[in-house]
């Protein structure tokens, strides 16, 4: 045996005895032993993207509980300090062990760690999540992730648009394209919120009218979040589509004030609403108002602005 040969023999015996020691590793998290399961959570996430593999692997296992805790593992190893990405192989094995999963709810759980993997690997397995999976909720879920890792796409979106049966994946769809300054969603939306009896529907419709901004739609929104009969989610959303609809009449430049003078709304809704906003606002001096909000006296949005800032 030569000396190359012999150095890569050596290698792959090192990366066998470590994929071994992590899937002990993945094991212990579900064992009795407390130390022992503290021990092994803390190498599994010292381990990084090479730990991952072995928590896939250990999808395998029949019980519900060991599968959650595993899949919990992975999503606090990739919102770590370290930023970690998986590993193109382990996240399309993530893929591939959720779509045979027959229980729906499960099935939903497993795409959150896709959603945190970023990269193309993971987009494009939420993308065939969005076009195949039988589940409405599950399509319009990876609809969404897919539109946080797409990076301005519309293409995707249009066409899962104009092909779901399922107004409601078509909502989120059109949601993710409103975000793009895309307003082609409006007529549907409309469509929804005349004729359809379901709440998760509605609300989604209700939400996109906010985002376009259309003023002409504050007067179907407005009864809406003034109504005694509506589900409580809805007149939510209806409410702060009204702030939506608001802050889009004020130029760009007005748009950040406006936001920080929300925060001492006495309506949580809007002080909810303006923490949502805030936390996507484009404007560059964002993070500098909301420090400065932050160490002034007297004001009502504390936790509101605080949260917006640490998620920026």
């Known amino acids: 045996m030569n000396a190359a040969v012999a150095v890569v023999f050596i ?17 212990a998290l579900v064992g009795s032993d407390q130390s022992e399961r503290a021990m092994a959570q803390k190498r599994l996430h010292e381990g990084g993207a090479d730990a991952i593999g072995a928590l896939v692997r250990g999808l395998d296992d029949p019980r519900r509980e060991a599968r959650i805790r595993y899949i919990e593992t992975i999503k606090e190893i990739e919102r770590s300090k370290k930023k970690v990405t998986p590993k193109d192989s382990d996240i399309s094995e993530l893929a591939r062990r959720a779509r045979l999963e027959p229980n729906p709810g499960m099935r939903r759980y497993l795409l959150s760690p896709l959603r ?100 002409e739609d504050v007067a179907i929104l407005t009864p809406i979040a003034a109504s005694s009969t509506e589900n409580y989610e809805v007149r939510n959303v209806a409410h702060q589509a009204l702030k939506s609809i608001e ?20 309506d949580a809704l809007v ?42």
């Open 247 to 266: 802050l889009k009449q004020y130029p760009a430049i007005a748009r950040l004030s406006f936001l920080i003078k929300s925060l001492d709304d006495p």
């Open 116 to 215: 945190q993997s970023r990269g193309a690997t993971a987009l494009k397995e939420l993308e065939r999540f969005a076009t195949e999976d039988p589940d409405e909720s599950i399509r319009s879920e990876a609809t969404h992730y897919s539109g946080e890792l797409s990076s301005g796409e519309t293409a995707f979106f249009k066409k899962i648009a104009a092909t779901d049966p399922s107004p409601y994946v078509r909502l989120a769809a059109y949601l993710e394209l409103t975000a793009t300054g895309d307003a082609s969603g409006r007529a549907e939306a409309l469509r929804v919120i005349a004729s359809s009896k379901k709440d998760y529907e509605r609300h989604d419709a209700i939400w996109i009218l906010g985002e376009i901004g259309n003023p």
């Open 271 to 312: 002080r909810d609403w303006a923490y949502l906003k805030l936390w996507k606002c484009p404007d560059p001096l964002t993070n500098v108002r909301l420090r400065a909000y932050l160490i002034e006296p007297g004001h009502k949005g504390y936790k509101e602005a605080a949260d917006a800032l640490s998620l920026r």
């Open 11 to 27: 290698v792959l015996a090192a990366d066998t005895a470590l994929a071994s020691s992590f899937d002990d590793d993945a094991k």
